[in-house]
């Protein structure tokens, strides 16, 4: 899958695993939301959550072969800055694994979000490619060995949220 990122630039640049990821070839950064393609938004205030529904099925054209995320500071972010074209879908509960929101739920930086976005979609591969240059990116897998895995196996949005509910249950 593609992965494109409209990319904010209001966080530190030394930290920022979108543009570390736009060095590495594995993902486009886009200044501006009318130059960033259509696909599936990764968007934590969609109703819809991700699930292997979603996976691209030949026919459904490139909008549905691309992940995309937006890149800001959690403290920027809001439901406004998600106006971008595409199908909208949230992550489930994941851990972060990144030093700076370790072991926080929901708080993903964009790498981790397109990891676990690409292994709910079946494409474990991609996300252990991607995660591989940062030096923390095994930990997050391994905090989420288990969801992953489980939300993967889901047949829809309904099966993935409910699997979810098993987690914030124990929370």
Known sequence: MELHVRYEGDDDPDKCSARKLARMDEAE???ATRSTPPGIVLN??????LSPADRPTP???????????????????????????GV?????FLVAGNPVNYGTAFQLNTVEAFAGALAILG?????ERILST???GHT???????P???YANCEDSSDVIDVQDDYLAEE
């Open 140 to 146: 997050f897998l391994e905090l989420n060995e288990e």
């Open 59 to 85: 026919g459904d054209g490139a909008r549905h072969s691309r992940l995309v995320a937006l890149d800001c500071s959690w403290e920027t972010a809001e439901r406004e800055a998600f106006d971008l074209e």
């Open 29 to 31: 950064l886009h200044r």
């Open 148 to 150: 992953l895995e489980r």
């Open 123 to 127: 494409e474990r591969d991609h996300a």
């Open 134 to 136: 940062f030096s923390w």
């Open 88 to 92: 909208h879908r949230s992550l489930p």
């Open 44 to 49: 934590p205030f969609a109703e819809q959550a």
